[in-house]
């Protein structure tokens, strides 16, 4: 916990805010210098480009079931049950 603890704060203050937009304007290099993986990298920056691309997902999902909202979670690469 104290490693993955030590990346969110890395990855934090990194960041101008932990927004999907900042995300994918980060850079590789950036990101994997806060101590991700490069396919964590990818994964982040897939889910971030959902976000994006989904304007207010939040207010999609109000109207899902937990089971339809764990299928449209989990389509998205790195993000598991």
Not at 5 to 34: F, G
Not at 37 to 63: C, G, M, T
Request: charge should be negative; hydrophobic fraction near 45%.
């Amino acid at each position: 916990v104290k490693a993955a603890d030590s990346v969110a704060n890395r990855l934090i203050s990194a960041l101008p805010a932990m927004l999907p937009e900042h995300i994918i304007a980060a850079s590789e290099e950036e990101l994997r210098a806060c101590g991700l993986s490069r396919s964590k990298v990818l994964y982040l920056n897939n889910i971030a480009e959902y976000f994006v691309r989904v304007q207010r997902p939040d207010a999609q999902w109000q109207h899902l079931s937990d089971e339809e909202m764990l299928k449209e979670l989990t389509a998205l690469k790195g993000i598991g049950r």
